[in-house]
């Protein structure tokens, strides 16, 4: 046994024997967004106006825990805080994951810590592809099978944005008890008494400039998901000229959003971007870093490819527009759902050119997209237009603590 694995055996016999309390401790998928961020700003508010006797924590990194603090929040940090986050999350009753906890030997001394706490897994979008078990034949060594293996089964609960993508999740958590609550993260987008908690870091004259432009123009928000080591450089920048032509009108003001995990393979494209951003007012390249719910409750039109943030858009009745440059090569990498949870081409057209693109959204005509769409919403989100997702997931937790 390695010495690793000696001391993560050692921490999981003393998180069995830890007395727990009731405390959520919520780990986040990478950065103070998402679901996770969702979860622990509004579970924390409900707490607070509810006067209930349990405490949420975010464990996290110094910078979040910083801002976080200085809202009022309560939040330990991985790198500071260590050993005071480890002893709550062997103390709390209950741990929230919004992603993969890809195991490695950091990983494990928190999942040690953990051991003993019922695991509830928010995930982080309604999948697009394959994720969890579903990958577990393309596992290439035992460890990485050890690895996955361990994460797609360990979570005692799952919450799926509704009934409609239950087995979807079956075949990614089959091991959890699946909790149709509907997502946190899309309680921001229903519901504007949470704004000041959705744009709690975002910067606040950023969000003036863009909430004067909804004045006179549309906001159109580009959201491409990431792109893997091996793609077609080429046809991705197909968005360069896609971003020219739209904020070449005054009816537009454009916005970039990358997925902040393309960055790990392209940090290049990001300056590539910029330099639109600087030719440009009338074009925004967000921090692909950022969290991606500000920018859909700010948009008017949202364009994407094959991103599962599509989903999320539709609770909100917009038009949406799938433009897919590369769709040939980029389906070469990966696997499709083996479940259809809609018919894309009822909730927006598909284009692969730019100027056909830009021309559709110049008519305007959404309107049979439209009324596709706000269907879809309806049998897909749980709580539709209700924004009571994080609700009903507190009242969970306490009913069963």
Known sequence: MSKDAFFCSLLREAS???RKENIIAVIPEGGFYGNTKAAFLILSELIRKKRLDWRICYISSDEDKTILTKNG?????????????ADLCMRAKYVLYGSHAFQDVDTWFWESCCYTAKKIQLWHGIPAKQIAYELIANRETFYSFAGLASDSLGYDYCVPEGPAACSIYAKAFPSSMLLPFGAPRNDFLVRDDYDDLLYLIFDSETLRKIKNIKNSSQIVLIAPTYREPEYNED??????????RLAASSDYFVILKLHA???????????????????????LIASPNSDIYPYLKLADILISDYSSVVSDFLIMGRPIVYFRQDEESYWKKRDKPTLSLYDENKIAPVFTEVGECVDFINKGDFDDYLNN?????RRLHANYGTGMAAECLLEFIVSSG
């Open 16 to 18: 069995a024997k830890r």
């Open 73 to 85: 929040f309560f939040a330990l940090s991985v790198e500071k805080d260590i050993n005071a986050a």
């Open 261 to 283: 995990a393309h960055l790990n393979y392209h940090k290049e494209d990001l300056v590539r971007f910029k330099e639109l951003e600087s030719k440009s007012a009338r074009v």
């Open 373 to 377: 769409s706000r269907l879809i919403a």
């Open 235 to 244: 046809k991705f920048f197909l968005l360069s000229s896609l971003i020219e």
